[in-house]
Every structure is written in structure tokens, then in C-alpha cells.
């Protein structure tokens, strides 16, 4: 590896003889440029600056027990990172980071070391990469190197016991603007998926490989660079070039594709980014730089990740014209509508939520790619179940369409109010025993019907749930909870007896474990579960249900990705109304941000509705 000897120059600067503070940043990453200050208090900072100077990586050192206020002139930092052991980082609280670019503390020891959000650096990734290859399932391969000669390393993902020729090609890339450092641990839950010991994920590694690139610009990142490569050109730009002009990091991925293509041409191509605003987004090719058909596409794949997500929203979508020097422009002049190409960006700070960024949700970010990078491929697996229009026995006028922003898969059926003789049914085939979430999609229109009956059965014990589709389309919409006490079928059933135009387009059945074995009592006949207030809510919210006859009942709270968080009754219950409070204070800090469900179960009969907390 070429190391020139200029390329980590210390910048040890001493600020003041009598406050012995100094700064300096001679580490991978780290990006200082000045430092000045009059009273040996308040100190001003720049950094290094190429396309942008937002990415900043210091040590501050004779610190202890001193305040000091630093601010960084040239960059946009909403509440930065640091840290007294350069590996466990920690936001400055609203009180240290009062404003934009500027930090102000007592530190506790001697040294800190701040950062515009927790680094990744190239020694880090080195250490994960050791630890994914010794999982049976991944490959590290180098593609070629960048101009300062670090490896170009690929992680490829898959099951090699299952022949390659059907499977899916993924491709999935991070890290071109080095300053992004969310955008790593965004990938890094993508690997963490990837490689984990689940049923659903095993299927998608048999039908998929996954083609995974951590660093795109491994030079800027080990040179604390924020937007480009050493040589301080913007590689996310350079994809259009001749060979000859064209970056050596990039032209060994264009190379690596061109490779990977001439096999079979990668369904999904994700260029993971990182933002200054507040907000997660895809960046969707507009239908005059790419086609209508594409355009759709891209919303559904979007609305996939947007789908029951606590970080990331349908309004966060952007949409931009598509430029042939991007490597979404690239792959589209070379192989159209067949790559599912867009770049995901991640924010530093807030969501539009308002829940603060952390390297935990990012990796659930990464985690909700995986699933609906197989949802979007129609990968359907027992536990993990996608039913669309193929999987459907239609009776009587439905009619197709294939065109908006909302549906699923390759069109919908809808058709017009009327007595119930239009009907359309989804079979799931033969389960295993166990609890059940579904999920219904659909499009919303203000002329939809607001009371749609999905008639569901669940191994031969039936129930309904009523749902409006006026709105709420583009999504997955909980339904409901199925129980199998054997395995069996679910079957959900739709029809024309609605109150406006019908949509019936794809559902989502998810296993979530062992059947419960609650008592099975008196169902009520008016069972009602009422919205808990206040909502969002924060520590604590009341919910408030009604039973017309003494029942047994479970009401339990969920998270977003199905795990239990606490069972809040457990009970035979009179009749009458009944109010539980759910107060997240006394569960111990162990409970973030984000949506929750709760679900009040009796015998054969359960109702789930969805609540935020917002801390």
C-alpha cells in the first residue's frame, strides 16, 4: 500500500502556552485545518475543505476539567460526536451544542476527541470484515484498487450450495462521499442481516447474491476527506467517463459490474449516501429522464422501505432528473428499466420524526433494505409471505391497472361498489403452527371505500376486520393477528360490498412465533379497541378498550419489528370499559423512539392499532 509521506501530516496546534490546550488530528480520518482563539476560552475551528468542508475529525487534549467553547466554522454540525476513548461516541447534549457548528463543555478527562457524527474508519471496516468472513456465507474479494493503491474489497453474500444461474443479482455500495459516515452503518446493518441466522434470510440467500461494496472511496475516508477522493475529485460523478479518464476506484467497480452483468444483469442497485437534512430520502429519476414505467417502479421500491417505518416517511421522497455521470445514469444508459438503481440517503441528526440519529437505527435501516430489497424481488417465504394478484381467485368484474405510484407488483384489481357478488380471495397454501401478522396493501383514493370487509380465516376459525382505503395506499397497513393452533391455511377474502371503489392488490402474512394458548372464552360481540391518547406520546400513554361480556383478554405491546415489549394485561376482564396506562419510564431506558402496536387479543378474535413515541 502507498503511503506518501506528506499524506498523514500532524496537525498538532497549540493554541495558547498558558491553557496548554491543543488540538490535533494525526489519525485515519481525521480533518483539521486552523485553530485560533483570544482568550484561551472560546476557539475557532476550520477544516480541511474540498467540493465541501462539513466533515471534521479532531482530538482536543488538556482538557480536563476546563470548559472550553469550539466552534467550527466551516462546516453545518447540528449537535457533533465525541468521544474520551475514540471508539464509543456520544452526542453533545442541546445545552453543550446550543447552536449550529458550535460545542461548549467541562470535559472529564484530558482527551476528547469530536467528530461531525461517529467515524468509520478504513482500520475499523478491516476489523468487521474479519469478523463477516468467518461466516460460512460470505466472500471478501478485492475488484481492483484505488489510485492511492488501498484494496477495492467486495463482500459477496450468498449460499454457494445453490447453484447460481436463478438467482437475483444484488448490488449494494456505500461510502463514495467519505465524510458520510452514517451511510457505513447503515451498511453495516445490511451485512448484519445479511449473515444472520434466520429462516427468511436464508431463503433470500439462496435466491440472491449479494454484491456488497463498503468503500467506494476508501482513500478519502482514510484521508478525512469529506466529498472526494485524494486526488479531490467527486467519484460519485465520474461514471460517464472514458476509461482513461476515469478514477481508478471507479473504474474498478464499473469494470466489476460490467463483469457481474454480462452474467446476468443485477435486479437492484442501492448507492447508499448520507445528508445534511433532516430526513431520510431516494432520490426518484423523474419520468422524462428515465420512463413511466420506471417511475413507478421506483416509488413502489421506495414505498417498501417507507412501509411501517419510524424513521423514514413517504413525503421524504425527492425526485431529481437523472444525469448520466451518476452511477444510477450509467446503469440506466446501459441496461434501462432491468436495475432497480437509487440512491438512498441517510440524515446526520434528526429524521423527519424528530427521533435522533444513532448507529442502532441506522443498522435497523439497514436491516428493513434487506426485506424490502425481497419484498420488491416478490421472494416469498413461508414466514415471511408475500400473496399478489397471481396468488388471487378473482369471481366476477375486476379490473386491472397498472398505473400510479401506490400498487404492488405489476398492477391491481379494483373494481366499483356493489352487493357483494364481486368477490377475489388470497390462499396462503399449508403453514406451521404459530401467531401471524397480516398486512393488506392498496392504492387510496378520496372515492375508495372507507369500510372494505377483509373476511379472514385462520385454519377454519373466521373473523373480520374493516379498513378504510381512502387512504393510507403505497403501504403495508396492519390488519390484523391470525393464530394457528395447527397448521393450516389463511385465507383473506374481499368483495364489492363497500361503500365506494374496492382495491385489492397484496398482502403480507409475517410468522411471529408460537401460538399463545390463551383460554378460548366468551368472544365479545362488540369489541372495541379505541386509539390511545395522548399520542405520540411521551413516557406515558393510556389505552382504552370496551367489552360487552366478561372475557379472558391479552393486551400487549409490540415493536416495529414484531418483538414483544411488554404485556400489559393478562386477565379475564368484566364487561364494560376499561382503561391500562403504558408508562415506557418503567421499563428502565431499555425503549427508543419509533412506532409500537398494541394488540388486545380474546379467544379467536385480536385488534392491533399503531401509536409513536416520541422522546
Known sequence: MKFLFHLLLALFISTSVFSQVTFF???????????ST???????????????????????????????????????????????????FQRFSPFESPQINV????????????????????????????????????????VGYSGQNFPMQEIIITDTTVPDENKFRVWIHARTHPGETPSSFHFDGVIQKLLSNDEVIQYYRENIIFHCIPFVNPDGVYFGRSRTNFDGIDLERQWNKPDNQTPAAVLALKNRLTEINNEKVVSVF????????SYCTF?????????????????????????????FFQPDFRESDLQPYFPEGWLWSNHGEEVMALTYETPYDQYSSDIWVTNENLYELGYRLVYSIGEYL???????LILDNDDALASGLWNTQSTGLEFFGEDFLWTNAGSGNNTITYNTGTLESGLYDIYGWWTSSSSSAFDVNYKINAGGENFNVIKTQTTNG????????????????ISITISDSASGLVTADAFRIIYRGPATGIDEEIVPSEF???????????????????????AKVQLRVFNALGELVKVLVDNRLGSGQHEVVFDVSALGGQISSGVYYYQLISGEFSVSKGMVLLK
Open 528 to 550: 372495541v379497541l379505541y386509539q390511545n391518547y395522548p399520542n405520540p406520546f411521551n413516557p406515558s400513554t393510556t389505552i382504552r378498550f370496551s367489552l360487552t361480556k366478561p
Open 474 to 489: 403505497g403501504q403495508w397497513n396492519f390488519l390484523t393477528e391470525a393464530a394457528l393452533s395447527q397448521s393450516g391455511q
Open 270 to 277: 442501492q448507492n447508499l449516501h448520507s445528508q445534511a437534512s
Open 378 to 384: 416478490k421472494l416469498s417465504h413461508p414466514k415471511h
Open 38 to 88: 483570544t482568550d484561551s476560552i472560546n476557539y475557532t475551528v476550520t477544516t480541511k475543505s474540498d467540493v465541501g468542508g462539513r466533515w471534521f475529525y479532531f482530538g482536543i487534549a488538556g482538557v480536563k476539567n476546563k470548559y472550553i467553547s469550539v466552534k467550527v466554522s466551516t462546516t453545518d454540525v447540528n449537535r457533533p460526536m465525541y468521544s474520551y476513548d475514540n471508539i464509543n
Open 25 to 35: 488530528a494525526d489519525f485515519e480520518s481525521g480533518n483539521i485545518n486552523t485553530v
Open 283 to 311: 432520490f426518484i429519476h423523474t419520468p422524462g429522464s428515465t420512463s413511466d414505467y420506471f417511475y413507478s417502479r421506483q416509488y413502489q421500491f421506495a414505498n417498501l422501505n417507507a412501509s411501517d417505518n419510524p424513521y
Open 103 to 142: 460545542f461548549q463543555k467541562t470535559f472529564l478527562q484530558d482527551t476528547v476527541y469530536v467528530a461531525y457524527y461517529t467515524p468509520y474508519t478504513y482500520s475499523y471496516l478491516q476489523t468487521r470484515i474479519s469478523e463477516w468472513k468467518e461466516n460460512q456465507f460470505a466472500e471478501v474479494d478485492t
